[in-house]
DNA sequence: CGCTGTCTTGAGAGTCCTCAACCGTGGTGG
DNA sequence: CCACCACGGTTGAGGACTCTCAAGACAGCG
């Protein structure tokens, strides 16, 4: 429906960030978190760092998937393809979340980078055999994998059921959560993203973006950095009374 | 927006299967596949069979997720809801799907008997415990749940972007390819359950089955017994040239 | 400072929804 | 035995939300 783009919204990016194990910024959240301090460098010897431009493509639909990466800066998009070019996207990611799962030889959906991004790259294998020695790492992949398939059916409640308005505010809410944004909040990604993941068009987004503003629950600072006015409607608005 | 239905064809129940792990019809496709054939026993010792009529709940949304179940004959509808009580049904599970994933305390979706079903049931509790001697029923439950999440994904892309034809096509390629539907495919749900998986209303439903028939892609032999006429066509249009 | 890509806004159209009536089937009970 | 009822499914008319097509505004960048 609309064709991918990105920004050069590098609020994202902390590529600052020391790349060792030990004092990653995302130890404590992540697939790692289930590794004891002490074997770190075991985890350490397998992992390569890596860093993806925003727009850059991390691995295609349909590629082998040789790695499991785990997001350390930055926002990941992942989409989904038709022919003639409708596209959906299927989540964002942010620090800490993981990507790649994929227990069949190909990943079966397409990752790119929507700011600067930096990852931690493991390769399958060496992965599968550091299982053998900590049964806690396997544990907590089907902990995060159980995570990732409750979001997935969270947004296909939003996908099925939800008014346009609700969709920009659960998404709003998703946003805001994942980055801790507290009042403000910054969107690192385009409409036409935003649009592709809610099922919706550029100008229905837009034009939301609108609505929101006028009910008073929302102000935009600019495009992208979004002022939170009623933090309570906007919530109310979002899950519809969910539950 | 559809209230919960269900009706009593029973087809889809097998009754008539032993209950013996060693003798399970969906032994070789389900969790179980992990065990090797001579430890059966010990799984046997942890499960137990359960029934569940047509239209009966096997656990709600928000329940404490003390069990994991594996579906051996019957269908299974996965919803979700909204307080205003539009819902959305995530998935319709067949012999062989497990359910119950929820590492969190609580189940995020509520399961119900489509068909007369036939579940067995382990705790969690027994279960992580045997994961502890047999690694291999841990990463079968990691493959099953990879398999799920791009399921999922596969439907967001349904539910986002593709038209009311196109999701009722892709509905019944779903169904047909799940039952091993050869030209004749029987559908366990009402016109709602299909109307709330595909985010659309009953109505909308039964003109699109209607506009199939038009087409000559299908023929209605009752309501719930659909004849492909035009298998191809039919595959086309659910896809939409997909990849 | 013009270009390119993104975002916004407008007008009209279309798909799908809402409301409503009707049909068919199966179960129930007088 | 059959009328009645309940539920599911179909069909029709009108309306609403979102999409399509189009143009203009804005911002970043060479």
């Known amino acids: 429906m609309t064709t991918p783009g990105h920004n050069d919204n590098t609020d994202w990016l902390r590529l600052d960030r020391p ?13 790692c978190a289930a590794m004891p301090e002490s074997d770190l460098g075991r985890l350490h010897a397998i992992v390569s760092h890596t860093n993806f431009a925003a727009g850059r493509a991390i691995f295609y639909e349909g590629d082998s998937a040789l790695n499991l990466y785990n997001v350390t800066a930055g926002v990941v ?3 989904k ?37 930096q990852l931690c790259r493991f390769r399958r294998n060496d992965l599968t055999t550091l299982f053998d020695d900590y049964r806690d790492l396997e544990r907590r992949l089907l902990t995060m994998a159980s995570h990732e398939l ?9 996908l099925g059921r939800k008014t346009a ?8 809410a998703m946003v805001g959560a994942r980055t801790h944004a507290e009042e403000t909040i910054q969107l690192p990604m385009t409409r036409a993203d935003i649009a592709d993941y809610l099922g919706l068009t550029v100008e229905t987004v837009s034009r939301t973006f609108a609505k929101l503003v006028q ?20 919530a109310e608005l979002a899950d519809a009374g969910e539950g």
Chains 1, 2 share one sequence.
């Open 215 to 234: 009910m008073g629950l929302i102000r935009l600072q600019t495009a992208q950095t979004i002022v939170v006015r009623d933090a309570d409607r906007l």
């Open 165 to 172: 308005a609700e969709k920009l505010a659960s998404f709003l």
């Open 81 to 117: 393809l038709l022919a003639d070019g409708r596209r959906q996207v299927t989540g964002f990611l942010f620090a800490g979340d993981f990507l790649g799962l994929a227990f069949e030889d190909q990943y079966s959906y397409t990752a790119e980078a929507v700011s600067d991004v």
């Open 150 to 158: 409750a979001t997935a059916q969270e947004q296909m409640l939003v």
């Open 77 to 79: 998009r992942l989409s």
């Open 19 to 31: 790349i060792q194990c030990q004092t990653c910024g995302v130890r404590t959240t992540s697939l």
